[in-house]
């Protein structure tokens, strides 16, 4: 949607094609903080009004272990800050925003078999075979979409890491904790204290692999998420009936190159991040900006070089965001096969973070987003 939107600001046309209805896509409860990048290129595309009205500009967050806790000052160490604004309000402001400009998206669409070499995508709309020709096919369609397993295997690398544990998120009408995010890690495991707005909070704890829903009723959740936080911020923790609830699974995940023929690969279709960094979202929307550059100058200047060099230029800031995820994701959460001497570096990792204004800096330049 949002290179849709870019693309047609540029006076190029396109297609979205969507499985699911409009509905299910904007009631998905995805990623909460935006990078600086993200916001600038969501402004460039027009829809940065709301955002800039809604959003809430956070300077830093608090990082906790085992009931310690540090404040990482994002303005002061870096002169940036995060915007923390759902991914659903970003994806309803884009819908608006085609929909305003005549956009053509389909939703509700099946069988869809892109041809890299064609280049066309064959899919199914209310029972009955379509064909859409094009000059390019961008596959945006996430980890279990259908472009890149399109491309023949020989043609791609993929390299993952999958995690024994994952994330029980609650999302709650009530209060945050703190104005800002709280990252904390204990003896039980990981808890992250996230927000929506004022009154709509979202809440995450380490969970094993393989857990089940129904095993995790709103109190066991509560007193678990209380356990691993530190007592100051524990008193402060208002409860309330869930109004969402999922366990995500955590992996890291690279495919490259990110083209094949004429099909381009852009956020989660190409790699995946655990969501400690909150690197998903701001690392699909950096993938966008190298390909609207890219596809914008090849139909004004008919300059290609930009599509040549797309993958190298998105999976240099890919595998840089993918070390960051992975370095907090050891920091902050209790691994069950980690001995004594992991466990002894994790909390020196931690010591030496909280005493050393460089650490904080190199965490902060990371967490506020690399440069484009």
Known sequence: MLLSQ?????????????????????????????????????????????LEREGQVHDGFLIAADGR???????????????????????????????????????????????AHGPHIDFSREGAPDRIECDFI?????????????????????????????????????????????????????????????????????????????????????????????????SRLVTGPSIEKSIAPLRSFVCGPMRHGRLFLAGDAAHIVPPTGAKGLNLAASDIHYLSEALISYYRQGDQSGLDSYSDRALARVWKTVRFSWWMTKLLHHFPDADAFSNAMRRSEFDYLVSSEAAQRVLAENYVGLPY
């Open 69 to 115: 806790y540090h404040r990482i000052d994002l303005s002061g160490l870096t002169g940036s800050h995060v915007t923390v604004y759902g991914q659903t309000e970003v994806t309803r402001d884009l819908y608006a925003a085609r929909e305003a400009a005549g956009g053509v998206v389909i939703d509700q669409v099946a069988d869809i078999r892109p041809d």
């Open 138 to 234: 961008i596959g945006c369609d996430g980890f279990h979409g259908p472009s890149r397993p399109s491309i023949p295997i020989s043609a791609r690398q993929e390299i993952e890491r999958i995690y024994p544990f994952g994330w029980l998120g609650v999302l709650s009408e009530t209060p945050p904790v703190e104005r800002e995010l709280i990252y904390a890690a204990s003896p039980q495991g990981f808890a992250l204290c996230s927000m929506r707005s004022d009154r709509l909070s979202r809440y995450y704890v380490q969970v094993p692999a393989g857990e089940d829903l129904a095993d995790w009723p709103d109190e066991r959740f509560w007193e678990e998420l209380k356990d691993r936080l530190p007592r100051e911020h524990a």
């Open 6 to 50: 870019l693309l047609d600001l540029a006076g190029v046309s396109s297609v979205v094609l969507e499985r699911r209805s409009q509905a299910y896509v904007e009631g998905r409860i995805r990623a909460g903080v935006l990078e600086q990048g993200t916001v600038a290129l969501l402004h460039r595309a027009g829809v940065g009004e709301r």
